[in-house]
């Protein structure tokens, strides 16, 4: 079957911002919804799903290693999401990236 | 209607276990298959020949949907699935022990259908974007794998 993705029911989330310094990669995304989902379940599986070592905090996940983290923070009609990889290639951190992101917009629909 | 085939290789910096293990786990694929952004609905859980789950891929703003089905499956040797909607395709991975590292070879074969085929004028750039993206796949194996 063939669709717009415009009528699909994923999760609106957008990159607003990437920037890579030396080992390192920055993302911001910005997601406008009503009611947040379960962030913390929906990128720590994502990360568990990919074999990287987590520690989940509230509106925060550590990768163990001190391989970056995600955060989040809940606006009134928004939720700002902030990436940051290091101490991977640079290849490694565009897919683990993206494979985030589809977590971000996809994952775990069904629940939310 | 004609069928072609892509085929890709790469040795892996990892044991054949450690690849079948990746690779054979239907969800993961999203993280190394570039344009698919959702695996759900995957029936049973776990890795076996009939295993079911539905598939979504991101093309151009369109979302292509459709079901696949696992074929086949021995432990840290082959993982095969087919696509059963949409435009039928059969995709193998075959891992074969390299010393402690591993060769993954990743065979996709596929109908080439009319109306893509006008799209692109000619089925050489069509099979060309495909040995691409089959390239793509298996080089993204290898850098979740070591990297």
Excluded at chain 2, 14 to 30: H, S
Excluded at chain 2, 110 to 133: C, H, T, W
Aim: net charge positive; charged share 25%; hydrophobic share 40%.
């Amino acid at each position: 079957m063939i669709r717009l993705r415009i009528f699909h029911p994923g999760r609106h989330v957008w990159r607003l911002w990437s920037k890579r310094s030396g080992n390192t990669l920055e993302e911001i995304w910005i997601s406008p919804r009503r009611i947040p989902p379960d962030w913390e379940k929906i990128l720590a599986s994502a990360l568990d799903l990919i074999w990287l070592e987590n520690t989940r905090r509230p509106g925060h996940i550590e990768l163990n290693g001190q391989r970056g983290f995600i955060q989040w923070h809940e606006g009134q009609r928004t939720t700002r999401i902030r990436l940051r990889l290091e101490n991977f290639s640079a290849k490694k951190q565009s897919l683990i990236a993206a494979a985030l992101l589809k977590a971000a917009r996809f994952h775990l629909l069904e629940e939310g | 209607m004609p069928t072609a085939k892509a085929k890709q290789s790469a040795t892996v910096l990892a044991p054949p276990a450690k690849v079948y293990d990746f690779i054979a786990e239907a969800t993961r694929a999203t993280a190394f298959i570039p344009g698919l952004s959702r695996i759900h609905n995957v029936k049973p859980a776990t890795t076996q020949p009939g295993q079911t789950w539905e598939y979504e891929f991101d093309w151009f703003g369109f979302v292509v949907s459709g079901n696949s089905k696992c074929t086949k499956s021995e432990p840290s040797k082959l993982h095969q699935f087919q696509t059963v909607t949409g435009n039928p395709s059969t995709w193998t991975y075959l891992i074969e022990a390299d010393g402690t590292n591993s060769r993954l070879t990743l065979e996709v074969e596929y109908e080439i259908p009319g109306n893509v085929l006008a799209r692109y004028a000619s089925q050489p750039v069509f099979e060309k974007m495909n040995q691409d993206r089959a390239r793509e796949i298996v080089a993204n194996v290898k850098t979740m794998l070591e990297s």
